[in-house]
């Protein structure tokens, strides 16, 4: 996989679109009881962005309690803080929907990453930070047992 072009990985055969688009992709690994996030550059505000709750929802409405998810940042350049809110009560429906796991893969733009880290922070739930979404992978899938 390119690493500037984050997306869903082909070569999990089990991985399926769930949304893509521009700003962000989610997939769904039905074996796994795994999502997938990407966010994907940058976010000007949200207009730009104006199903990503709806999409979030459906997303966790495919995943069972105990579910792991891998969120790849690596592209996301800083977001405005007036995405602050939304990024938010994406983080507290996913927290509700009951995941085990959180695997980040950390944005490359060091504004992003500080960002990111500083609202990882408040999920409050087990996570790790990785560099690359295969570590992550790797990570999740040995950690499933």
Known sequence: MDSKTPHTDPSIPTQQNVVRNACYEIGYDGIRNRLYLSILGFWKNTDIVPDFLKDWDGALQLVSPGFTL????????????????????????????????????????????????????????????????????????????
């Open 70 to 145: 891998l969120i790849d940042m690596r592209t996301m350049i800083t977001h405005p803080q007036q995405l602050c809110s939304m990024h938010e009560e994406a983080q507290r429906k996913m927290r509700a929907a009951g995941p085990s796991r959180i695997a980040n893969v950390m944005p490359l733009d060091k504004i992003a990453s500080l960002q990111a880290a500083d609202s990882i922070k408040k999920i409050e739930l087990p996570f790790q930070l990785f560099e690359t979404s295969e570590t992550a992978q790797h990570w999740l899938d040995t950690t499933m047992a």
